[in-house]
T-cell receptor, first 114, second 115 residues
Framework: AQSVTQLDSQVPVFEEAPVELRCNYS??????LFWYVQYPNQGLQLLLK??????LVESINGFEAEFNKSQTSFHLRKPSVHISDTAEYFC????????????FGPGTSLSVIP | EAGVTQFPSHSVIEKGQTVTLRCDPI?????LYWYRRVMGKEIKFLLH????????ESGMPNNRFLAERTGGTYSTLKVQPAELEDSGVYFC?????????????FGPGTRLTVL
């Protein structure tokens, strides 16, 4: 079984400041790792994913996440946030061996303050 | 290419009534998933179709929930009779059978309110 922990339920941050949203997971098998984002009044969108290879993955809008196997973490970072980054962010895992369900963390609500 | 669509976007019903949610996956996607997020809690898996067959329905909460995917295209999720605790957002997702990973594409969700 897999589980995902996001320790911070809410993260307020000033515009143009850096941010890190933490994610830790637990799994007895190899997993894919994802970050999904839900903007206000919208559906879930895939922000970035780690499948294999380079442990640092990047999104098109400046976010990056680093897979750390020893610490079973997949923290999400952005060096300078914008107002438009205000959203709820979900870390998630999915078992590698099959087209399995996605297990979500509880979510972190990022509020960017002007 | 159209994404995953869900209908309705919102539904408000009274306890004891029946509601049917619909999901249209991305064309050609054999895998279809239902998830839901009840208020203040995590997004939880409900079930997984591969074409018209139920691959995994371990997340279905009880027998008031019935999911179908006739013909392996769109899917419906019926709640009968609805209870207060069924309120939440119901998401549908789809993925390809032969993709590089299990990248699931999510719909906008249906917000269900049971009064």
């Amino acid at each position: 079984a897999q589980s995902v922990t996001q320790l911070d339920s809410q993260v307020p941050v000033f515009e143009e400041a850096p941010v890190e949203l933490r994610c830790n997971y637990s799994s007895s098998v190899s997993v894919y790792l994802f970050w999904y984002v839900q903007y206000p009044n919208q559906g879930l969108q895939l922000l970035l994913k780690y499948l294999s290879g380079s442990t640092l993955v990047e999104s098109i809008n400046g976010f990056e996440a680093e897979f750390n196997k020893s610490q079973t973490s997949f923290h999400l970072r952005k060096p300078s946030v914008h107002i438009s980054d205000t959203a709820e962010y979900f870390c998630a895992v999915s078992q590698k061996t099959s087209y399995d369900k996605v297990i979500f963390g509880p979510g972190t609500s990022l509020s960017v303050i002007p | 290419e159209a994404g995953v669509t869900q209908f309705p976007s919102h539904s408000v019903i009274e306890k004891g009534q029946t509601v049917t949610l619909r999901c249209d996956p991305i064309s050609g996607h054999d895998n279809l998933y239902w998830y839901r997020r009840v208020m203040g809690k995590e997004i939880k898996f409900l079930l997984h179709f591969v074409k018209e067959s139920k691959q995994d329905e371990s997340g279905m909460p009880n027998n008031r929930f019935l999911a179908e995917r006739t013909g392996g295209t769109y899917s419906t999720l019926k709640v009968q009779p609805a209870e207060l605790e069924d309120s939440g957002v119901y998401f549908c997702a789809s993925s390809q059978e032969r993709g590089l990973s299990n990248e699931q594409f999510f719909g906008p969700g249906t917000r269900l309110t049971v009064l």
